[in-house]
Nanobody, 115 residues
Framework: QVQLVESGGGLVQAGGSLRLSCAASGSIFRIIAMGWYRQAPGKERELVAGITNAGTTNYADSVKGRFTISRDNAENTVYLQMNSLKPEDTAVYYC?????????WGQGTQVTVSS
């Protein structure tokens, strides 16, 4: 089992920044990729950004140039730096880990961007 704990959400004005953190524990060996997803009210959960063990990253088109995903392997932590936030970024953000095809989820952290 893998446990994921997110932190760093909150309320911010449009144009502001937040950094989300996701700390992984448990059977973290053989995690091949981690990522951040978000789900806004009435919408499906969507991928925001992902990062592999090799450091390869991918982003949703809507966040490219504004968000940056990174990982600290020594701390088993993944970060999502979010800049130039927009009201449409408002959602619950979830951390995800792919351990050899089994997916684990954190409890989610709320991000609210006011206009």
């Amino acid at each position: 089992q893998v446990q994921l704990v997110e932190s760093g959400g909150g309320l911010v004005q449009a144009g502001g920044s937040l950094r989300l953190s996701c700390a992984a524990s448990g059977s973290i060996f053989r995690i091949i990729a981690m990522g951040w997803y978000r789900q806004a009210p009435g919408k499906e959960r969507e991928l925001v950004a992902g990062i592999t063990n090799a450091g390869t990253t991918n982003y949703a088109d809507s966040v490219k140039g504004r968000f940056t995903i990174s990982r600290d392997n020594a701390e088993n932590t993944v970060y999502l730096q979010m800049n130039s936030l927009k009201p449409e970024d408002t959602a619950v953000y979830y951390c995800n880990a792919n351990r050899l095809g089994t997916y684990y989820w954190g409890q989610g952290t709320q991000v609210t961007v006011s206009s």
